[in-house]
């Protein structure tokens, strides 16, 4: 007896947030819960070891062995991100960077050449130093220019990746322009669409292959899960990519990628996302987009209220008219997120002003319903080193902000207090 992923019903509704929380519901929940099932089983077992057989040698379709592939309940959340990005499938991962590792680690090999973003997190700079260490080239450009992207191509180029709201200085790329580049050199296009979000924004209408989460951050927007994820659009060629295993070489080229992603990415390298954590991930992607849009609406408000302070030599937020991709922002998103940061015209004041602020936590994470805040250069960009700051945009005077859910009032009455502090 083996044991399917159950079929899901067809939405009979084409609107986010109603699909979402119908998912679990319509994807066969047993016994017809609402919500599915906590499945915290290590292993599932079988009357007859040939169906066991044919889930190790993926003979049928789903099928569970061992949690650390899947369990029914990273499933049904599977599930549930691959309906928001409109994609064909989902792996999930124990957190954001786990999700990025494997696409990079089982993609790419020594030899071959990536174009990234210089406008990436922290934490994935710091991979893509490693890709180098491992024999992978890598070249980092300004990707808010499709022409540089272009000019960084090499015979051995195989991926491009960017951010769709870069953190902390919220560039935006060439979506399009780098989409559109990629489609006609055969290139596999990786987009992380951690801070824009399914709701604000699908990278799949621009092309991309592959979108990776950090599903810790808008989608659980809680503060309480840790969980990554990468869901193939189903626009990528792979029986192109000269680097899926012969191993994986069977049946419908569509799902080679993943299938390689969840085999070396999860099952060889470990970074399983637990059941309790895939649980509370899924509770909180149920209002997404009303926290999408409450935040958003904020961080305007906000941005546009900073900007305003002659204390503030900067503000960094898509919304605003000031920012250099504004059109851009307008043009592909439904609004401009919680992310924005500023520079202080004194930034010997950075410090000091955040400790002056009373509603912010000083805290790093992002997404939260709670408005977070850390100052750039001392903590997150700090191993990166001046250099690579510089190259990025990152004043050692900027503030990030993660805006909650607070009252507008409550936020700009505190920030206001703090600057007048200084």
């Given amino acids: 007896m083996s044991h399917p992923i159950p079929a899901p019903t067809p939405a009979p509704t084409p609107h986010f947030t109603t699909r979402i929380v119908h998912a679990d519901r319509w994807g066969g929940a047993e016994h017809g819960a609402i919500h599915q099932p906590l499945h915290t089983s290590v292993q599932y077992g079988f009357e007859r ?14 099928g569970f062995n061992y949690a650390r ?24 991962f124990a957190t954001g960077m786990a999700a990025i590792c494997a696409v990079f680690l089982t993609l790419l090999k020594a030899g071959d050449h990536l174009v990234a973003s210089q406008f990436v997190f922290g934490n994935t700079n710091s991979v893509l130093g490693t890709l180098a260490d491992l024999g992978v080239e890598v070249s980092v450009v300004d990707v808010r220019d499709a022409a540089q992207v272009a000019a960084a191509l090499r015979p051995n180029t195989r991926m491009v990746f960017v951010e769709t709201i870069a953190n902390p200085g919220t560039q935006i790329p060439d979506l399009e322009g780098i989409g559109a580049l990629c489609a006609e050199r055969g290139l596999l296009y990786v987009v992380d669409n951690t801070v824009a979000s399914p709701y604000l924004f699908r ?29 193939d659009t189903g626009l990528f060629d792979w029986s192109r ?23 070396k990415g999860l099952r060889d390298m470990g970074a399983a996302l637990s059941a309790y954590a895939a649980h509370q991930i899924a509770l909180g992607a149920e209002t997404l987009a009303l926290r999408m849009e409450r935040s958003s609406a904020t961080a305007l408000a906000l941005a546009q209220w900073l900007q305003q302070h002659p204390a503030i030599a900067r503000v960094h937020y898509p919304g ?44 790093t994470g992002l997404g939260d319903t709670r408005t977070l805040i850390i100052p750039v250069a001392h903590t997150i960009f700090w191993e990166a080193g001046a250099q690579v700051r510089a190259a990025m945009g990152i ?19 505190d920030f206001a207090q703090a600057l007048q502090g200084g």
């Fill in 49 to 62: 070891v040939e169906d066991l057989i044919a889930v190790f040698q993926g003979t049928v379709a789903g």
């Fill in 69 to 92: 592939q899947g369990t029914p309940t990273t499933a049904a959340l599977e599930s549930m991100l691959t309906q928001m990005e409109q994609g064909q499938g989902c792996v999930s």
């Fill in 203 to 231: 990278p799949a209408s621009v092309g991309a292959g592959l979108v990776i989460h950090s599903l810790s951050k808008s989608i659980a927007g809680q503060g309480d899960a840790l969980g990554g994820a990468v869901i």
């Fill in 241 to 263: 990519y000269p680097n899926i295993f012969a191993a994986y070489r069977k049946g419908n080229p569509k799902g080679w990628g993943l299938q390689q992603v969840r085999k």
């Fill in 320 to 363: 605003l008219p000031s920012h250099p991709q504004h059109a851009r922002a307008q043009r592909h998103f439904k609004a401009g997120a919680w992310l924005l940061s500023f520079e202080l015209r004194d930034a010997a004041q950075c410090l000091p002003l955040c400790n002056r602020l009373r509603l912010p936590i000083k805290a």
């Fill in 395 to 413: 004043a050692d005077g900027m503030i990030r902000v993660s805006v909650g859910l607070e009252e507008l009032e409550d936020l700009r009455a």
